[in-house]
Every structure is written in structure tokens, then in C-alpha cells.
């Protein structure tokens, strides 16, 4: 699969919108990644600095995702993160819920007193 396909794939999985729609934001993120013109290409003949810039364009980052959920929400987002997982979509996550980190996450990184632990 070209560039364009690797972002696109996991994108129509988490957003419920025309395909039309994700291809704009696909065109914008790798526009604002200096990555346009590589769409059309395989990842194996980019170089290691593009391979880099195109997968950015697979990671979600979010803030505080279980902030106001009830338990059966948050079990449904950790489901929903697994399925990300599965389906090539890092996510990256800043939260104070340290129990819904650690149950649903592959690595943590805990920042406590200006120190960091994993």
C-alpha cells in the first residue's frame, strides 16, 4: 500500500464521515508534514525521514480521554483501543487515571514530582 492508503485505512475505521471528507484531511496532514508529495508512494522507497513523517500522520493524541465517564464508557474506550491498536493507529494518551492507563495500555510513562517512571 502507498502512503496515502496507510493514513487513510485507519482514519475510515475511526471516523464515520464521506471519503471524500478524510481525504481533505488527509491532504492537509501531509501537507503540514512536507509529506504531499510522497502520497502515491510505497513506504519501503521513502527515506528514513519521510518513513518518520508519514507514520506521525497515524498517531492520535489525547487528552484526558476518561475525564467524566462512567466505568462502562471507559471499558468501551478501552475496547475501542484495542481495536485502534489493530488496526495500525498508535495512540498516545495524557490522563490522571492511572487504573485505565494500566489496564489498557502496551507501555506507561508516569511523570510524578518532576520525575519519570515506567
Same mark, same amino acid.
Do not use: W
Given at each position: 500500500?502507498?502512503?496515502?492508503?496507510?493514513?487513510?485505512?485507519?482514519?475510515?475505521? +475511526?471516523?464515520?464521515?464521506?471519503?471524500?471528507?478524510?481525504?481533505?484531511?488527509?491532504? $492537509?496532514?501531509?501537507?503540514? +508534514?512536507?509529506?504531499?508529495?510522497?502520497?502515491?508512494?510505497?513506504?519501503? @522507497?521513502?527515506?528514513?525521514? $519521510?518513513?518518520?513523517?508519514?507514520?506521525?500522520?497515524?498517531?492520535?493524541?489525547? @487528552?484526558?480521554?476518561?475525564?467524566? +465517564? @462512567?466505568?462502562?464508557?471507559?471499558?468501551?474506550?478501552?475496547? +475501542?483501543?484495542?481495536?485502534?491498536?489493530?488496526?495500525?493507529?498508535?495512540?498516545?494518551?495524557?490522563?490522571?487515571?492511572? $487504573?485505565?492507563?494500566?489496564?489498557?495500555?502496551?507501555?506507561?510513562?508516569?511523570?510524578?514530582?518532576? @520525575?519519570?517512571?515506567?
Amino acid at each position: 500500500e502507498n502512503i496515502q492508503k496507510n493514513i487513510l485505512n485507519p482514519n475510515s475505521y +475511526l471516523y464515520n464521515e464521506p471519503q471524500f471528507i478524510l481525504q481533505n484531511k488527509v491532504n $492537509e496532514v501531509s501537507e503540514l +508534514l512536507g509529506i504531499k508529495q510522497l502520497l502515491k508512494s510505497h513506504p519501503y @522507497d521513502l527515506s528514513g525521514g $519521510e518513513q518518520q513523517k508519514a507514520a506521525l500522520a497515524k498517531i492520535l493524541i489525547l @487528552d484526558e480521554p476518561t475525564k467524566g +465517564l @462512567d466505568g462502562s464508557f471507559k471499558k468501551e474506550l478501552g475496547n +475501542l483501543f484495542r481495536n485502534f491498536k489493530n488496526n495500525g493507529i498508535t495512540i498516545i494518551v495524557v490522563t490522571h487515571d492511572i $487504573e485505565f492507563a494500566a489496564e489498557n495500555s502496551d507501555r506507561c510513562l508516569m511523570f510524578f514530582d518532576g @520525575d519519570i517512571y515506567s
